[in-house]
């Protein structure tokens, strides 16, 4: 058998490997965390989307209910067949709720 002579490591190349690794991991977990922290701002941006498209629609929606209320007020005060057909629903019609 050759006899391979051991590489010893010196106190200086111990501690070089040692905080490299150490660098290595550190440096992984912060890419991690980086890359989390974009994922849940993507899914907060698309929730405040949401919230928002919401909140236009039940502002919308409330509009058109207080206009059925006021013309509603306005039919039993005057009686007319006008209100109710062509003002209330075209009122509602033209308040589409998809925001086109």
């Known amino acids: 058998m050759v006899n391979v002579p051991k590489m010893k490591l010196t106190i200086f ?14 440096t992984g977990m912060s890419a991690y ?13 698309s929730v405040l989307t949401v919230n928002n498209r919401m909140n236009d629609y ?14 509603e007020k ?14 209330c629903s075209s009122r509602m019609i033209s308040t589409d709720i998809s925001g086109k």
Request: charged letters at 15%.
């Open 13 to 26: 190349s111990r501690l070089l490997a040692g905080h490299l690794i150490f660098f290595i991991l550190v």
């Open 33 to 45: 965390g980086i890359v989390q922290i974009g994922r849940i701002n993507d899914v907060t941006q």
């Open 58 to 71: 039940a502002e919308r929606l409330s509009d058109v209910i207080f206009s059925q209320v006021r013309y």
């Open 74 to 87: 306005n039919f039993s005060f005057l009686k007319t067949r006008y209100f109710t057909i062509s003002s």
